[in-house]
């Protein structure tokens, strides 16, 4: 693997497929201790309940120790440079989890870090969250060549990723959203110039939920946009996932959401809580794929102290 896991694009498809190998001997095995007597620090410039929880238990059982480093605390940017906060951290640590606002400064603190980088979501993309997704539809049965996902709402964070991933996994992604709402435009182009998918924008999410494997939304107001939300409430008003839209799909079909969910707001209190859905399992996935990612860096680039 690459030193830093900044995207999926940091990914071959066979080391997407390593990593879900390794998670499963992990979520079995928890006698590997890979972090034995080394620390990760934990940047977080915005909130975070499952992204800080499960990084912080998988160092845990990995046998390492994990520094959660807040921004007030650091001012990373404002009080330190994003290099020399990377050079300082590369001396006490053995790996560094970050969830920042900007993806330069990200790329940034990569570049002048000795010691690997993991992003724990950016205003750009969320790979450890689609990792853990794909994982989950792995679990349940569903990961097969021309799986059907169809993501509601917003062309966020969150839909970057599951572009990233498309141009690595062969799959038939649609995004519905309002127009003005797409998706990273380089990255959409990146993905549809790999090949691998079929890849579609779509206005329409009755059209976008048809026979689909996987319905899958986030919030329609993301950290950082808080002053648009209003605005964003009206666009998004037909972009519900409810029961209506569910019975387009597949009888089977998976309902995902990276949470936090806004109940019966982008999705209906039913079809959250209903048989189809698998929330919580992507979230504990988070732990199991997370560890997989961190023993991976670790024992390629600081095993040896
Ligand atoms: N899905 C996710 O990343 O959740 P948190 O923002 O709570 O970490
Ligand atoms: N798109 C959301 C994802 C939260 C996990 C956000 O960035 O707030």
């Given at each position: 693997?690459?030193?830093?896991?900044?995207?999926?694009?940091?990914?071959?498809?066979?080391?997407l497929d390593?990593?879900?190998?390794?998670?499963?001997?992990?979520?079995?095995?928890?006698?590997?201790?890979?972090?034995?007597?080394?620390?990760?620090?934990?940047?977080?410039?915005?909130?975070?309940?499952?992204?800080?929880?499960?990084?912080?238990?998988?160092?845990?059982?990995?046998?390492?120790?994990?520094?959660?480093?807040?921004?007030?605390?650091?001012?990373?940017?404002?009080?330190?440079?994003?290099?020399?906060?990377?050079?300082?951290?590369?001396?006490?640590?053995?790996?560094?989890?970050?969830?920042?606002?900007?993806?330069?400064?990200?790329?940034?603190?990569?570049?002048?870090?000795?010691?690997?980088?993991?992003?724990?979501?950016?205003?750009?993309?969320?790979?450890?969250?689609?990792?853990?997704?794909?994982?989950?539809?792995?679990?349940?049965?569903?990961?097969?060549?021309?799986?059907?996902?169809?993501?509601?709402?917003?062309?966020?964070?969150?839909?970057?990723?599951?572009?990233?991933?498309?141009?690595?996994?062969?799959?038939?992604?649609?995004?519905?959203?309002?127009?003005?709402?797409?998706?990273?435009?380089?990255?959409?182009?990146?993905?549809?110039?790999?090949?691998?998918?079929?890849?579609?924008?779509?206005?329409?999410?009755?059209?976008?939920?048809?026979?689909?494997?996987?319905?899958?939304?986030?919030?329609?107001t993301s950290?950082?946009?808080?002053?648009?939300?209003?605005?964003?409430?009206?666009?998004f008003k037909?972009?519900?996932?409810?029961?209506?839209?569910?019975?387009?799909?597949?009888?089977?079909?998976?309902?995902?959401?990276?949470?936090?969910?806004?109940?019966?707001?982008?999705?209906?209190?039913?079809?959250?809580?209903?048989?189809?859905?698998?929330?919580?399992?992507?979230?504990?996935?988070?732990?199991?794929?997370?560890?997989?990612?961190?023993?991976?860096?670790?024992?390629?680039?600081?095993?040896?102290?």
């Amino acid at each position: 693997m690459k030193k830093d896991f900044l995207s999926i694009l940091d990914l071959t498809p066979n080391e997407l497929d390593e990593l879900f190998v390794l998670a499963d001997t992990l979520r079995k095995d928890t006698r590997r201790h890979p972090l034995e007597g080394k620390t990760a620090a934990l940047i977080f410039q915005k909130p975070s309940l499952r992204t800080r929880v499960s990084f912080e238990v998988g160092i845990y059982q990995l046998g390492g120790h994990p520094i959660f480093l807040s921004q007030e605390g650091i001012g990373l940017g404002q009080r330190e440079s994003a290099s020399d906060v990377a050079k300082l951290l590369s001396r006490y640590n053995h790996l560094i989890v970050a969830r920042l606002f900007d993806h330069q400064l990200l790329l940034d603190l990569a570049s002048y870090s000795d010691i690997p980088v993991i992003n724990a979501l950016t205003d750009l993309n969320h790979p450890c969250q689609i990792l853990a997704d794909m994982y989950t539809i792995r679990q349940h049965g569903k990961l097969r060549k021309g799986v059907k996902v169809a993501f509601i709402g917003d062309g966020n964070n969150v839909v970057n990723s599951w572009l990233e991933v498309a141009a690595l996994y062969p799959m038939h992604f649609v995004l519905a959203a309002p127009k003005g709402y797409d998706p990273d435009k380089d990255i959409l182009h990146r993905a549809q110039r790999a090949g691998a998918s079929t890849i579609e924008i779509q206005r329409d999410p009755a059209v976008a939920a048809e026979n689909a494997d996987v319905i899958y939304t986030d919030v329609w107001t993301s950290m950082g946009q808080e002053v648009e939300a209003a605005k964003r409430k009206k666009a998004f008003k037909n972009y519900q996932v409810n029961e209506h839209l569910l019975a387009l799909a597949k009888q089977d079909c998976l309902v995902m959401h990276c949470m936090p969910a806004h109940r019966e707001e982008e999705i209906t209190v039913g079809v959250l809580d209903g048989k189809q859905s698998v929330i919580f399992d992507q979230a504990e996935n988070r732990l199991h794929i997370q560890k997989a990612i961190m023993t991976k860096l670790i024992e390629q680039y600081a095993g040896k102290d």
